[in-house]
């Protein structure tokens, strides 16, 4: 399912104009993002929560270079789904 799906559900389920969704949904993803890039966790009850996850310092190798790279310790963003949501999926 793309955005644009998303946003022609949205709109078909709740009788809203389809640029108005569109703006919300894109407001949504831009407010998620900036919290994750301020290292804020979004928790959604009953849906999930987006979250930050701290990697290691690791050691890596260059097969073609045949040479070991240290990759620093970085963050990534995740998403855990809620028990809820997990059930409903199985």
């Known amino acids: 399912m793309t955005k644009a799906d998303i946003v022609n559900e949205i709109a078909k389920n709740t009788g809203a104009e389809k640029v108005m969704v569109q703006t919300i949904v894109e407001a949504f993803m831009e407010t998620v993002s900036q919290s994750l ?3 804020n966790n979004v928790y959604l009850r009953g849906f999930g929560s987006f979250i930050i996850k701290k990697r290691a310092e690791k050691v890596a190798r260059n097969i073609s270079k045949n040479t070991t ?17 997990i059930a409903k999926v199985k």
């Open 37 to 39: 890039v301020d290292n």
């Open 69 to 85: 790279i240290t990759i620093p310790e970085h963050n990534i963003p995740a998403f855990k789904p809620s028990k809820s949501f």
